[in-house]
């Protein structure tokens, strides 16, 4: 057993509009340093809500959650910015970048607000993100000039730059097609051998799901297996 | 670092809208040149018309007023017991016009470190006899240097050489228009009468033209000792003191501290010419407002393209906050696009706003009332550039507070979701 980097206690979730529904009841798991996870079931069961309170980005809910030990609960928002920025890397199922910058410049936006390292330093870590992605000569380009799925290597490099200790996806493959996902998917496999990434990633494709290490099966709003 | 990050974010979110932001900064350059050419020029108006009057009207006059005795003999009886003194119809009686002890009070007032300068004058009906009819007339006594120093009497004389007035005994400089009625030439010799009917003969060494018709119509100037002369009074005779002050505020407190001291009748600028003074403000009031009111539109420009802006980068904005931008950063983010607006069209502003004041302090200006002024008067003073400043920054931070503050509330799961 390894290190627990992010665990969750009794995580509930309410909607109050229109009407007062509970959209996660109880979540409780952890993950160890290194692991790769999918979360996978029906539509609407939960998994995004479970992925933006367990990012941070969402702060209106019960229970607790644990990243690297430290409880994310009554933290100034400031702080939980400075969580996300150094800890977690997100990658959406659209590719979000910022198309005001050029690619290299996307993926080191984050490691320039973290502000530990000098400008070249982070580029240079920029650089080599590309590599292991496979896209350093798109570096220059604007993100309208790349492909769907060059875009969402793109994000991938963006979310490793601070070299976080756990990735986070929501459906990353889903909007990619299958060339593309299984592109997607050993790089997340390769990060997770060659480097020790901890990966989450929620995903609706059942053969991407049957490749990862540990499978969480949710349902209503629970965990089933 | 930090500071430099958000910056170079800023500058991307511009240069990405560029179009809009140069909307955006025109309309602040636009109200800050205005507002700096509205206000140099009205300030430079107002100091023509003040100078019209009030750099010619002593800050304080002190004169001694023929009137009734205000106290009357049967006051020495005390309250009466059983009724009550009607007393009518009390005429002044034959007093003297002039102050007593002038030239003490002179000598006083040039001690006094509050006082600028002093300058004696003796004011006389007279007429002017133009063949058979007589046209009436005021003749001003004067000691020229004085005049001059105080009051700019030089500038005003149109025709001829004002030191002459000093140099030639018995002569005058006439009101431009009493001249052209009369058709006197420089050098002529006029005779006038004075109100006890004696005649006198002054030689015409100038021609004074004040702006004011109605004065140019009637005054004219002597020098203090051709007026006693035509008086017949000595040479320490003086119908007013004049006097301009150091700070011109403190007037109707002096006015009033001369008034017990000497025992005279003394008024102050503000009380006699009350109407200038209301006029000023009132014209740099409605300079302000206009241009206070332009900036106010051209900050309503700069909040409509960001509160576009945060509309259209709504993705970007949830982006950085999910990769880790605190809404302290997107907030400055965005204050620092209001605030580069502002400053660029600022600068430009001050840039325009003084290019075209001295456009139009380069208009010519020809006005037979005005002679000392060629063309449109205008005040380069520093203060209209350092307040637009403040107000260019002022009225665009405002103008960003709001979509700033709007911006960094975005909540990224919101967004995120949305797609
Ligand atoms: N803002 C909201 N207000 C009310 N209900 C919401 C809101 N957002 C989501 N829900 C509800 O919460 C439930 C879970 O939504 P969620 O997006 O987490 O599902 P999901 O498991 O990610 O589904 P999918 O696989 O389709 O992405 C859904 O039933 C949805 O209708
Ligand atoms: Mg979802």
Known sequence: MGKAILEAKGISKFFHDPNTIKVLDGISFTLEKGEFVSITGKSGCGKSTLLYILSTMDTDYEGDLFIDGQSMRNRKEKELARVRNAQIGFVFQFHYLLNEFNVLRNVMLPGLKLGVLTEEEIEHAAINKLKILGIENEALKMPNQLSGGQKQRVAIARALINDPLIIMGDEPTGNLDKKNSEIVFDIFQELATNYQQSLLIVTHDQEFAARTKRIIEMEDGRIIN | ??????????????????????????????????????????????????????????????????????????????????????????????????????????????????????????????????????????????????????????????????????????????????????????????????????????????????????????????????????????????????????????????????????????????????????????????????????????????????????????????????????????????????????????????????????????????????????TYPVDYSMSYYIIASIFSVFTTYLAGFLPARKASRIDPVIIIRGK
């Open chain 2, 1 to 374: 670092m930090k500071l430099k990050l958000l910056a170079s974010i800023s500058i991307s979110l511009l240069v990405a809208r560029w179009r809009q932001t140069l909307v955006a900064a025109v309309g602040v350059t636009f109200s800050i040149t205005m507002f700096i050419a509205l206000l140099s020029f009205m300030a430079g108006l107002n100091a023509m018309l003040d100078g019209l009057i009030i750099n010619r009207t002593a800050h304080i006059r002190l004169y001694n007023e023929i009137q009734p005795s205000s106290f009357q003999p049967i006051e020495h009886y005390g309250p009466l017991e059983n009724g009550h003194h009607f007393i009518r119809s009390i005429k002044p009686k034959n007093d003297r016009m002039g102050i007593y002890n002038s030239a003490a009070i002179t000598e006083t007032l040039k001690h006094d470190k509050r006082v600028m300068g002093v300058a004696p004058k003796i004011t006389t009906q007279v007429f002017y006899n133009v063949g058979a009819t007589d046209l009436a007339g005021v003749i001003n006594g004067i000691d020229v240097d004085a005049e001059t120093k105080l009051f700019s009497f030089k500038d005003y004389v149109v025709q001829g050489n004002y030191i002459d007035l000093k140099n030639t005994p018995n002569s005058i400089v006439l009101g431009k228009g009493a001249a052209e009625k009369m058709l006197v030439q420089l050098g002529d010799v006029i005779q006038i009468s004075t109100p006890k009917g004696e005649q006198f003969q002054l030689k015409v060494v100038g021609f004074f033209q004040s702006g004011l018709q109605e004065i140019d119509k009637v005054q004219s100037y002597c020098s203090t000792q051709t007026t006693q002369k035509i008086l017949g009074e000595s040479n320490t005779f003086m119908s007013d003191i004049q006097m301009k002050l150091v700070d011109i505020n403190m007037a109707p407190a002096m006015a009033k501290e001369y008034h017990k001291v000497f025992g005279i009748e003394a008024v102050d600028i503000q009380t006699a010419n009350s109407q200038f003074e209301t006029g000023t403000k009132v014209r740099t009031l409605i300079s302000y407002v206009v241009g206070i009111t332009l900036l106010i539109v051209a900050g309503f420009g700069i909040y409509n393209i960001l509160n576009m802006m945060i509309y259209e980068k709504m993705d970007s904005i949830a982006i950085l906050k999910a990769t880790g931008f605190s809404g302290k950063d997107v907030n400055a983010i965005f204050i620092a696009i209001a605030l580069s607006i502002g400053v660029f069209g600022g600068l430009l502003g001050l840039l325009f706003g003084f290019g075209l004041t001295a456009l139009i302090d380069q208009i010519p200006f020809n006005t037979s009332a005005l002679p000392t002024i060629k």
